[in-house]
């Protein structure tokens, strides 16, 4: 399939073709041009007090994730390469709640090789909370 874009300040069809996974900007002296997105899709899940185990469903970043548990709800995700980058990231993560309760999960940039993920039941972090847990990490 061939995508194409009008782009009326140069009163021309643009091929944007392929551009899936990018992220179009206009630049006044290029026009539209396309900034690579990097994504990170995964499952995740824990049993007792063991690390999470992730499956990954897409990863563009050519890097390996690993994960350890640091404490009771606190969990690093780590990467063999230098890809996380503060403030230039969209996070979304969540869970289908299969036990009824108040559950919050928090993932937050520690440097450019790990991010830490909590979860907690009500007001205390809690192990046991990702069960059928997904997350997504773009990063621009």
Same mark, same amino acid.
């Given at each position: 399939?061939?995508? @194409?874009?009008?782009?009326?300040?140069?009163?021309? +069809?643009?091929?944007?073709?392929?551009?899936?996974?990018?992220?179009?900007?206009?630049?006044?002296? *290029?026009? +539209?041009?396309?900034?690579?997105? @990097?994504?990170?899709?995964?499952?995740?899940?824990?049993?007792?007090? *063991?690390?999470?185990?992730?499956?990954?469903?897409?990863?563009?970043?050519?890097?390996?994730?690993?994960?350890?548990?640091?404490?009771?709800?606190?969990?690093?995700i780590?990467? *063999?390469?230098?890809?996380? @980058?503060?403030?230039?990231?969209?996070?979304?993560?969540?869970?289908n709640?299969?036990?009824?309760?108040?559950?919050?999960f928090?993932?937050?940039?520690?440097?450019?090789?790990?991010?830490?993920?909590?979860?907690?039941?009500?007001?205390?972090?809690?192990?046991?909370?990702?069960?059928?847990? *997904?997350?997504?990490? @773009?990063?621009?």
């Open positions: 399939m061939i995508i @194409k874009y009008f782009d009326e300040f140069n009163g021309q +069809w643009l091929d944007i073709t392929g551009t899936t996974g990018t992220t179009l900007t206009y630049n006044d002296a *290029s026009g +539209w041009v396309g900034v690579p997105n @990097k994504v990170i899709r995964c499952n995740i899940s824990q049993v007792g007090t *063991s690390a999470p185990t992730i499956i990954e469903l897409e990863n563009t970043t050519g890097a390996t994730l690993s994960t350890s548990r640091n404490n009771i709800g606190n969990y690093r780590d990467a *063999s390469e230098t890809i996380f @980058k503060e403030n230039t990231m969209f996070i979304i993560i969540g869970n709640q299969i036990k009824n309760g108040e559950y919050t928090i993932m937050q940039y520690s440097d450019s090789n790990t991010m830490t993920l909590f979860t907690y039941e009500g007001n205390t972090l809690t192990d046991e909370l990702l069960s059928n847990t *997904s997350f997504e990490i @773009k990063i621009y």
